[in-house]
């Protein structure tokens, strides 16, 4: 079965398992998409686990502006043949949190170079480049925790000039960072205690929020 062939039958499975209470949901919520079949998560890996992995078959499911395609591209994209370059071009046509959280899950993750791939995305103005940025690197913490100290001081510090954005987005996915950064270790807690601590009488709403999430997060 060719590239085609195949998405033509992804495509009628999706039809197949739409489900337009959930599609409408997530209208509602703000996820807007070209087309949307409000197909759910389990439903979508189960469509992928009838195929194998295929390089060409991701690109093209990618370049579908439909919801589940995209959710699609992310499970059935091989590592070896998803070069840096083609990761900047997947991140910068990325429109909403839900296609940030799970292609960062799926895919990003993963990939050899996601590491410093990833602090050149927190570094970018555009929204959801940093969104994938910071959620790689949570994603990343999760899993290893340890940063060289140069990396740290690189994180904490965009990750506080990312709080004070005007989108929320980025926000959300830069405090996960500073969360899963605390997680690892009681000297990354310490530091980043230290680091938020001026912030306990600002006046500034999103430094308010961070310290509060720090303090939280220390069972203060």
Known sequence: MDIKEQLKEIKTQLRLSMNGAVSQSMREKGLTYKLNFGVELPRIKAIAAGYEKSHDLAQALWKEDIRECKILAGMLQPIDTFYPEIADIWVES????EIAELTCMNLFQHLPYAPAKSFHWIAD?????????FLTIARLLAKKGDMTERASGELLDQAVCAVHSESRAVRNAAMLSVRKYMQHSDEHAFQV???VERMADSSIE???MLYNMVRQEVGG
């Open 193 to 195: 205690c230290r680091l």
């Open 206 to 208: 999103a430094e308010q």
């Open 94 to 97: 990325i429109r909403n949190t």
């Open 125 to 133: 103005e555009r929204e959801y480049v940093q969104v994938c940025g």
